[in-house]
């Protein structure tokens, strides 16, 4: 069975622009939560959604939104982007929301913002 | 307070010891408890998890819950080089997120 797939592995943008990661989850899986891993804060939660639906945020500005599609897979944005969103930005699907024990992460996407 | 602190290490210990993970949590509503490895440049690996109070082992693992003191740690046993990673604590609060702590990079010398 295929692992959880992010698309790119790595970005690099100027300040400003914006930015759309995304995030394959394993056959099966319907939900999907985004994290964001930087070596000040650690790994913190996004956001997560099931069945299309966004079921909980994190602490994080209006600028970082995401989306998920009927085939599960999802997708983030990052607007008007800041040098301190410079981070690795992980996926994670599991079968359904709040099935940590099955939750497994993508490989992640390292952003880098000049 | 940090929702869920973990001291950031290095902790160093010699091949075949056991090595102690320490975490704790402030929320005493905390449902279930989760440690994962991570070796450098890759993602979380989920390695135990532990809902009840007590003891759960898993090989070379055991995880330790105590809800009383809102501590949980990680022992390995039988340390081996490979389990040099930084590991994280992860507490489930409830409403669909998980709370990481800092991790503690662990270093296992031969």
């Known amino acids: 069975k295929a692992g959880v797939t992010q698309t790119p592995r790595y970005l690099i943008k100027t300040r400003g622009q914006q930015v759309t990661l995304s995030c394959s989850p394993i056959s099966g899986h319907r939900s999907v939560s985004w994290y964001q891993q930087t070596p000040g804060q650690g790994l913190q939660f996004l956001f997560e959604y099931f069945s299309e639906t966004q079921r909980n945020k994190g602490n994080f500005p209006g600028r970082f939104s995401g989306r998920q599609f009927s085939n599960s897979r999802s997708e983030m944005n990052v607007s008007t982007l800041e040098l301190g969103d410079s981070a690795l930005y992980l996926c994670a699907s599991s079968p359904t929301s709040e099935s940590y024990n099955e939750q497994f992460f993508g490989p992640g996407t390292r952003l880098t913002v000049l | 307070q940090k929702e869920v602190e973990q001291n950031s290490g290095p902790l160093s210990v010699p091949e075949g010891a056991i090595a102690s993970l320490n975490c704790t949590y402030s929320?005493?509503?905390?449902?279930?408890f989760f440690w994962y490895r991570q070796y450098s440049g890759k993602s979380p690996e989920l390695i135990m998890f532990?809902?009840?109070?007590g003891d759960k082992e898993d090989g070379r693992f055991t995880a330790q819950l105590n809800k009383a003191s809102q501590y949980v740690s990680l022992l390995i046993r039988d340390s081996q080089p490979s389990d040099s990673a930084t590991y994280l604590c992860?507490?489930?609060?409830?409403?669909?997120?998980?709370?990481f702590g800092q991790g503690t990079r662990l270093t296992i010398n031969p």
């Open positions: 992860a507490v489930n609060k409830g409403a669909q997120k998980l709370v």
């Open positions: 929320d005493r509503g905390s449902q279930s």
């Open positions: 532990i809902y009840s109070n």
